[in-house]
């Protein structure tokens, strides 16, 4: 992830019962409690002499920004069908790779002061930090400052597996470079999907005998050992042949296709539609998962550090867009299933046997990237006056085809995806009757 810009992740709050100047003590007082929690974020990054990249937990601090954009309202910046631009100048490290935490902090919160409310972003290293990681330690922070003496979920830093690698990742002189341009013309939307919207989805991808499809899926990058081609997977998955391991409940029967999947799977229809790919033109949906409960043994759940692998799932434009919703809802469903301790264990094997960057982006124009989790808790936090009014990220590590997922405000199952695409495709997107058909409300 060294390769990768810092997270931007923050909330919209009402404007707090007291001056911006007590608020900012507060929050400062508050940070640096709820950093004592957490000695990493304070540190930095050093290589050593062998060429190992280390966390140095010296107290070097965070950055602290206070910053003012009284001419924006909370209607202003939430009312407009796309995500409005003034959104990136409410974060640190704009653009910033998470190589740079050799020279820069692995932290930075910049507090904005809006006309009627109160903007909280956190712009965090990506090499030191996933994002359970990320809002286990941004919830602490609100906890602390509503008055908590002590807190409710500790982070574990045990260093005793996996992701803890004897290997040396080699990096060109300076550092690394993006993968993607930046320089792209984007556009950015949050489409909102209600619980029953999501049920919906779920039930027309459970409808079919989706077992009965069989995948035509090709291998696409090398250096996903775990990815399923023609039917088989090019990792072993602990049965010793290449064939991926069926998943079955005591009753014989699948295991069914999630609501997420589900979602996704219309996503990844929909997309491909708007982009007008040649139907030979061969389609990836990428994956974040995280592998905190798919070793065994399982990692503590608030294990902190950088848990996640990207899965790869592979097929043609024709087959994604001539097949009803469950083809391509099983294809995500198998991969994300089948993903468990063997295959995360060959997935860092490989990558031990050839070190790499992740290469971040959309490089031939027919990919999508989902990240983040409709379970991460983002709306779990509470710095004192109220629950986040929404949740909003940054510019970074954005390029045609990134999503992330959030939950709804209103919980019970809603979901926010927050999708940029370039302008023509998500003019297309919006135009997709049976996307849009799903979508409700602006957030």
């Known amino acids: 992830m060294l390769s990768c810009q810092y997270i931007q992740k923050g909330v919209l709050l009402t404007y707090p019962p007291y001056s911006i100047n007590d608020l900012i003590k507060l929050l400062k007082h508050s940070l640096s409690a709820a950093l004592s929690h957490f000695p990493a974020l304070a540190g930095g990054l050093q290589t050593d002499p062998t060429g190992h990249v280390h966390i140095v937990c010296n107290d070097a601090g965070v950055d602290f920004i206070q910053a003012k954009a009284r001419h924006l309202s909370i209607h202003a910046i939430l009312s407009p069908t796309h995500v409005p ?7 640190a490290m704009d653009k910033t790779l998470s190589y740079s935490g050799h020279s820069k902090p692995l932290m ?11 903007f909280i972003g ?12 990320f809002w286990n330690f941004f919830n602490t922070f609100a906890e602390t400052c509503k008055g908590s003496k002590k807190i409710s979920k500790s982070p574990d830093f045990s260093r005793n597996t996996m992701f803890n690698s004897p290997v040396v990742l080699k990096c060109p002189p300076g550092g690394p470079k993006a993968t993607f341009s930046g ?15 999501i049920l919906k989805l779920k039930l027309r991808a459970n409808s079919s005998n989706f077992m009965s499809n069989s995948a035509e899926i090709f291998g696409k990058q090398s250096n996903d050992s775990w990815k399923i081609v023609n039917g088989e997977s090019n990792g072993n998955n602990g049965l010793g042949n290449g064939k991926v391991a069926p998943l079955f409940f005591e009753s014989g029967k699948t295991a069914e296709i999630s609501s ?10 929909s997309v491909t539609r708007a982009r007008k790919l040649s139907p030979s033109k061969m389609t990836t949906f990428r994956m974040a998962v995280n592998c905190r409960h798919r070793l065994e043994p399982r990692l503590d759940p608030y294990y902190f550090g950088n848990a996640i692998q990207s899965i790869p799932t592979v097929a043609l434009a024709g087959k994604i867009l001539s097949n009803d919703l469950s083809f391509g809802a099983d294809l995500l469903h198998k991969n994300v299933v089948s993903h468990g301790d063997d295959t995360v264990r060959k997935g860092i094997a490989d990558w031990e046997k050839e070190p790499r960057l992740f290469p971040l982006g959309n490089f031939d124009g027919a990919s999508i990237t989902m990240g983040s989790s409709p379970r991460f808790p983002m709306y779990d936090n509470d710095f004192g006056w109220g629950r986040p009014l929404a949740v909003r990220s940054g510019g970074a590590n954005k390029f045609d085809g990134k999503i992330s ?18 302008p023509d495709t998500m003019t297309g997107l919006e135009n997709d009757d049976e996307f849009m058909q799903y979508v409700s409300g602006i957030v």
């Open 108 to 118: 930075a919160v910049q507090v904005t002061e809006l006309k009627d409310g109160i």
């Open 260 to 269: 997420f999947q589900s979602l996704c799977a219309q996503l990844w229809i």
């Open 122 to 133: 956190c712009a965090v290293n990506h090499a030191v930090t996933d994002g359970t990681s």
């Open 85 to 91: 631009e003034c959104f990136k100048g409410f974060f």
């Open 405 to 422: 997922a959030f939950p709804g405000r209103d919980g019970n199952g809603s979901v926010d995806l927050e999708v940029v695409l370039s």
């Open 183 to 197: 320089d792209e013309p984007l556009r950015e939307r949050i489409f909102h999907f209600s619980r029953d919207a």
